[in-house]
């Protein structure tokens, strides 16, 4: 039929381009695993309008002479490979040859560099995959990339790009893992010429960790190792009960690699096991080292993903260091808290299954700020029957129906209708704080938020932006009472962090009231008492609510047939 034709030499490179530059963050990647690799002592980023201007890249590596500059913007050029069992045992970050040849293919790219003891460097100029110019310059030791025009040649793709602020975000991320990786190299990060992250070049891990997550994080670690056969851990985990309310906070690293892993991630939520609750993610970060041979980094383009000879062997190592990690901490804790204050019972700091220490005063729930005790005198449709696990209002409804209502879910869907009305009547309740709350956040989370700020405030909040990665918190919802404004904050990031600018503020603000309500109200595990249930079911059965803010079910109706087959009576 002779439909099939090969692809010309220009589009076959923009594929490849579109496997390995995804957004500006991919590229600032790319270009750090190549300093990196360079034996770089000092890296310098900078990037301007969420690098889709223009990202500048300089470090102090070996740099190249003029025949490597030329050759290394050719595809599948590279000094790393050179035949196919290396791929097999990839020792280093950049491998594959084609990241700068796809880099250049979609930019106005150009590459500055020199050996140490060279005269002079080499200057290399392409523009969407072209090579304009090459010729000799003075430059220093090392090499200088930058990186103009983002996909300028193509529009297809550089209409998915999101708002300067978010693209940093992603930016800010890739850059924090490198530094967390390499804590013996000094970082530098800055945004339209404006500092935004320093590391000092360190060869302590806990400090590289504060300098990435904050003082307050580093201060709070707790370190621990394991070796095996051909594999061992370093941890670092939070320690005190500090959790977050996404997974934000999990840095994990193979061979000094920053991966995104479902086996190691599962294995780490494992270990933690009861020490977490429900929707709670710790602060971890975890260096993995294993024979290279035994580990695929080559299964994606971009190389976060990897692959194990042996999963089930990996995960259950680091399932039972972080395990045996955490129990042995949590023990460690409880002994010596016990010993400082002798009035303390065992029974009121212990509590559940073996291996299990409860840190936490033994204390009702927070009092719900929508609940309140019903006075009587109105008629239910149904009538609450029981409590299940702390976590489901069990309900005997019309002809025999078992109702079942999931109490977390229908009050968050409540709080969220009121915060809803009383936008609709002209202002949400507001309560001004006695003291205000300074808040740290990531460079990625405080980007978005300060984007959002104005949303954000129409939502019942008053900040103020403290400098560096600080907000100062001076006002909240009155809904949401006591409840850490950090995790609320962390969360709200997260749910506007990809919504973009697109102005449509009807749909932001429903994310930030659906974070509001989530934090503010009765949850799962919380005890009620009877009359709050019958209130909270009163005020299901006059909303007519029958899902929470995220598309949760609130209540389940069986009916009286479904069970009478349960017990084969029908």
Known sequence: MGNIKVLPEHVIAKIAAGEVVERPASVVKELLDNAIDAG????????????????????????????????????????????????????????RGEALSAIASVSKFTLETKMEGELEGTLVNVEGGVVKETRAAGCPKGTCVSV?????????????????ASEYGHIADAFCEAALANPSVRFHLSHGGETRILCSRTGDIKTRIGDVLGDDVSGALFEFGEKGDGIELKGFVVKGGVTRATAKD???????????DRIIQHAL???????????????????????????????????????????????DFVSLSVRKAVAGKAAREYVAYARSDG????????????????????????????????????????????????????????????????????????????????????????????????????????????EHVKVIETAGFEIEDFGGGTIV??????????VSLKNIFEKMAAELSDFGSSGAVEGEIDKIFSVIACHSQVRAGDTLSFEEMRQLVMDIERSGISHCPHGRPATIEIERSEVEKWFKRS
Do not use: W
């Open 343 to 450: 009035d303390a019972p065992v029974t009121s700091l212990c509590k559940g299954g073996a291996g299990r220490v409860d840190m936490l005063p033994l204390t009702p729930p927070y009092p719900s700020t929508l609940l309140r005790a019903d006075k009587g005198g109105e008629e239910l449709r149904l009538r609450v029957i029981g409590h299940l696990d702390r976590a489901f209002i069990v309900c005997e409804g019309e002809g025999g129906k078992l109702v079942l209502i999931d109490q977390h879910a229908a009050h968050e869907r409540l709080g969220f209708e009121v915060l809803k009305e009383q936008l609709a009547n002209g202002r949400v309740e507001v309560q001004r704080l006695l003291l205000p709350e300074q808040i740290d956040l990531s460079p990625k989370e405080k980007t978005v938020v300060m």
């Open 40 to 95: 770089a002592a000092s890296i310098e980023v900078d990037v301007a309008e969420g690098g889709k201007k223009r990202i500048v890249i300089i470090d102090d590596g070996c740099g190249m002479d003029a025949k490597d500059a030329n050759r290394c913007v050719e595809r599948h050029a590279t000094s790393k490979i050179t035949s196919d069992a290396d791929l097999f045992a990839v020792r280093t970050m950049g491998f």
């Open 250 to 260: 999990i840095h994990l690293f193979v061979n000094g690699r920053s991966i995104k």
């Open 473 to 482: 918190i001076k006002a909240v919802p009155a809904i949401l009472g006591d």
């Open 148 to 164: 103009s025009d983002l996909f300028f040649n193509v529009p297809a793709r550089k209409k998915f790009l999101k708002s300067d």
């Open 269 to 315: 939520m494992s270990g933690f096991g009861t020490f977490l609750g429900r929707g709670e993610y710790p602060i971890a970060v975890l260096y993995l080292t294993i024979d290279p041979a035994a580990v695929d980094v080559n299964v994606h383009p971009t190389k976060r993903e990897v692959r194990f000879a042996n999963a089930a062997m990996v995960h």
